[in-house]
């Protein structure tokens, strides 16, 4: 079976801190893809990052990065300097094998001015 | 326009009553996904078309749900016998290719009186 679990519901910063969304996933297929997206208030999804289960590289793109680690079955994502423009809710979610996408629960994040 | 478009964006409906709702998918894409998406929680998976067909519909919830893909392109996600249960947005995404990034549309959000 596949499922990711998100375990912080909300979290609330300061701006300017520095902030890390954990994902942890469980499946059984060797080939899988990992995903990061975020949910804004307006409501659309909006596509972050994609990273395939053989490439453990992290990945910084301007404030955010990603930290995957196959031996903890973790793909965790920081944002430094947080603003407030980054409040939304954030999912991780997993392709697993054949299977469709599948999310997490979600991490609402909520950065004061 | 360029992005996933999805029709209508607000629907209500007395509970026993037949819904549909429309995708139309970002031109050229040939995987569609229907997500559903309740208040607070993540995105939870409905159906996928990879072109023409259904290859995964595991997700849907029972037999009153039921979605077409007829000429590989747009979608209809008919729901029969509306339950109060089945309140919720309903969100369509398409992908170039399976394992690809998603791109969403805004949603229709479905509520049964």
């Known amino acids: 079976a596949q499922k990711v679990t998100q375990a912080q519901t909300e979290i609330s910063v300061v701006e300017k801190e520095d902030v890390t969304l954990d994902c942890v996933y469980e499946?059984?297929?060797?080939?899988?893809?990992l995903f990061w997206y975020k949910q804004p208030p307006s409501g659309e999804l909006v596509f972050l990052i994609r990273?395939?289960?053989?490439?453990?590289q992290n990945e910084i793109s301007g404030r955010y990065s990603w930290n995957f680690q196959k031996s903890t079955s973790s793909f965790n994502f920081t944002i430094t300097a947080s603003q407030v423009v980054d409040s939304a809710v954030y999912f991780c979610?997993?392709?697993?094998?054949?299977?469709?996408?599948?999310f997490g629960s979600g991490t609402r994040l909520q950065v004061q001015p | 326009g360029a992005g996933v478009s999805q029709t209508p964006s607000n629907k209500v409906t007395e509970k026993g009553k037949y819904v549909e709702l429309r995708c139309d998918p970002i031109?050229?894409?040939?995987?569609l996904y229907w997500y559903r998406q309740s208040l607070g929680q993540g995105p939870e998976f409905l159906i996928y078309?990879?072109?023409?067909?259904?290859?995964?519909d595991s997700g849907l919830p029972n037999d009153r749900f039921f979605a077409v893909r007829p000429e590989g392109s747009v979608s209809t996600l008919k729901i029969q016998r509306t339950e109060r249960g089945d309140s919720a947005v309903y969100l369509c995404?398409?992908?170039?290719?399976?394992?690809?990034?998603?791109?969403f549309g805004e949603g229709s959000r479905l509520t049964v009186l």
């Open positions: 995404a398409s992908s170039p290719t399976k394992t690809g990034e998603l791109f």
């Open positions: 499946t059984r297929d060797t080939t899988y893809y």
């Open positions: 979610a997993l392709v697993p094998g054949r299977r469709a996408l599948t």
């Open positions: 990273r395939n289960s053989f490439d453990e």
């Open positions: 078309f990879q072109g023409t067909g259904a290859a995964d």
């Open positions: 031109s050229g894409h040939t995987a």
